[in-house]
């Protein structure tokens, strides 16, 4: 599992969704003064 900052979900955001595809790994994205959201592939949530 890999942190994240908003802004760099923003900028990098093709290549964060390529590495998780291909890691099959979770992306936890933090924002100041907002809940955080995680990032998988679709596919783990029905493995």
């Known amino acids: ?3 994240v900052t ?3 979900a ?3 955001f093709a290549g ?3 590495r ?3 890691d099959r790994d979770v992306v936890v ?3 100041r003064g907002k809940e955080a ?3 998988l592939p679709a596919s783990e949530l029905t493995a």
């Open 37 to 39: 959201i995680a990032m």
């Open 6 to 8: 908003y802004t760099e």
């Open 20 to 22: 998780l595809v291909a």
């Open 29 to 31: 994205v933090q924002r």
């Open 10 to 12: 923003r900028a990098n």
């Open 16 to 18: 964060i969704w390529d």
């Open 1 to 3: 599992m890999r942190d």
